[in-house]
């Protein structure tokens, strides 16, 4: 059986980490204090009330239950406000062409991401049509590293966790792919995306052959 992949969105497919930040500084501006670049590096592959939780307690600010809930309702507004400005300009560099050459091996595709605005974003980038199967944060209740996420994107592919290839940027995402019992490659830096099986710095260039060439 022809192995599946399993693709992590923010970082992999799109740069939407960017709007991420954004929406995070204006909510951290709105509350008093303010939330650096250095700072949003803590929130790679964390879940958005995690990223809330470590948020406050950088700017030593406290709020009840409503009012977190408020919090995330009003940070998840202003990114929606910031992607609908994207289009297929935003697509990584080689992550199109790459998902195609996967598609053209009859190879099936699936997005596993914590993202709750997934289809959205893969609808204004003009790639909805690539994946035979979506999992999202609003099919998902816990965050990588758990691998629930991948898991869950198997079972929709049909396919065996061990016959899948997971392709994911953060760290959290690499140890949720590893805890599936899955194959992964990292997208990014090699010295901290270590625990995958092989890193690439992005797919330009790159088709599906290349990467199971590695595996084979």
């Not at 939407?16 to 592959?45: C, I, M, P, V």
């Not at 809330?52 to 409503?66: F, H, N, P, S, V």
């Not at 999202?136 to 016959?163: I, M």
């Not at 890193?199 to 199971?212: H, K, M, Q, Y």
Request: aromatic fraction near 8%; glycine fraction near 6%; proline fraction near 3%.
């Amino acid at each position: 059986m022809k192995p599946a992949c399993i693709f992590d969105l923010d970082g992999v497919i799109v740069d939407t980490a960017k709007y991420h930040y954004l929406a995070w500084k204006r909510l951290a501006n709105s509350l008093g204090f303010d939330f650096t670049e250095h700072d949003n590096e803590q929130l790679k592959g964390v879940s958005r009330i995690e990223s809330l939780k470590l948020i406050l307690r950088l700017g030593d600010k406290q709020l009840d239950a409503e009012e977190f809930e408020a919090a995330l309702v009003r940070k998840n507004a202003c990114y929606l406000e910031y992607i609908q400005q994207i289009g297929p300009e935003e697509i990584l560099p080689g992550a199109a062409a790459f998902l195609n050459s996967a598609r053209a091996q009859g190879m099936k595709v699936a997005l596993g991401s914590a993202s709750k605005n997934a289809v959205l974003i893969l609808e204004r980038i003009q790639l909805l049509d690539q994946f035979d199967a979506i999992v999202d944060g609003n099919k998902v209740s816990k965050a990588k590293p758990d691998p629930e996420v991948f898991l869950k994107a198997a079972e929709e592919l049909g396919v065996a966790a061990s016959d899948c290839i997971v392709f994911e940027d953060a760290v959290a995402g690499v140890l949720a792919a590893r805890h599936a019992g899955m194959k992964v490659v990292g997208i990014g830096a090699a010295n901290v995306l270590d625990q995958a099986h092989f890193v690439l710095p992005n797919f330009a260039g790159l088709s599906i052959t290349d990467v199971l060439a590695k595996f084979a």
